[in-house]
């Protein structure tokens, strides 16, 4: 489905740290039922913050959305408990992986498929479902999290957030540290979810070569404020973006 039918609206939101630091003014954005969405800039630019905000994690760094409003799935949850959020199909992948590093990889999934209670049955057949998209995390399934490579652990904390049967996902700089092989490769495997099994993501990204070739919208965020918004087609021709924006670095 298209943006006529979200799944998520964020409206003029503004977010403040400390009570004194506005990171984030006015930013407005929509994910659409089923849709791969962008959200473009650099570093500093407000992305964390704007993800943070809408997965109501951003109380835990000391900081309120002050203005504005967040609505999942037609429901106002600008001050929701983040708990809450995951129960409903709201999932969020931090920047930087965040894998428990003593914990097998399979032990590590598992930890995301409980918020749900399920049946042992339910719970091995998600494990199945994660196995079939991310089949090296069935390779080294027995494996520590603490000695896979960063591309793994990226997967295991996809794989993870993906065992509470999302309905969005905001994946924080999936990129971040990753050579670009293995970085096409998670993009791909999103776009595979996303088609699927149509789950909608909202990706925080400085890179913009590999997020604009698998969104079907993006937005671009510079010093806490939207700075353009468009088809990720439309954005990927658009000189001015990368030149004003994006910097050389992302030039696609």
Not at 54 to 69: D, F, H, K, P
Not at 91 to 98: I, K, N, P
Not at 157 to 186: C, H, N, Q, T, Y
Not at 242 to 252: D, I, M, N, Q, T
Request: glycine letters at 10%; a negative charge; proline letters at 3%.
């Amino acid at each position: 489905m298209s943006a006529e039918h979200p799944v998520l609206e964020v409206r003029q939101i503004e977010v403040l740290y400390g009570q004194a630091i506005l990171a984030v003014q006015e930013v407005s954005l929509t994910v659409g039922e089923g849709q791969i969405v962008a959200l473009l800039g650099a570093n500093g630019a407000g992305k964390s913050t704007t993800l943070k905000a809408i997965s109501a994690l951003v109380g835990a760094e000391r900081g309120q959305v002050t203005a504005g409003q967040i609505l999942y799935q037609g429901r106002d949850i600008t001050h929701a408990a983040p708990d809450q959020l995951v129960r409903e199909g709201l999932v969020q992948v931090l920047e930087g992986r965040h894998c428990f590093s003593h914990l097998t990889v399979e032990e590590n999934l598992l930890t995301g498929g409980f918020v749900h209670r399920p049946s042992r049955a339910a719970l091995r057949a998600d494990l199945e479902r994660i196995y079939h998209y991310f089949p090296r995390l069935q390779e080294r399934r027995r494996t520590a999290a603490g000695y896979t490579s960063g591309g793994e652990q990226q997967m295991v904390a996809i794989g993870r957030a993906l065992m509470a049967r999302p309905r969005l996902v905001l994946l924080d700089e999936p990129s971040m540290g990753l050579a670009p092989k293995v970085v096409d490769e998670i993009f791909e495997i999103v776009g595979r979810l996303n088609a699927e099994q149509g789950v909608s993501f909202l990706v925080a990204e400085q890179n913009a070569n590999v997020a604009l070739r698998h969104a079907h919208h993006a937005c671009v965020l510079e010093n806490g404020r939207l700075a353009a918004e468009g088809s990720a087609q439309a954005l990927a021709a658009r000189d001015d973006i990368h030149e004003l924006y994006l910097g050389a670095a992302f030039s696609l």
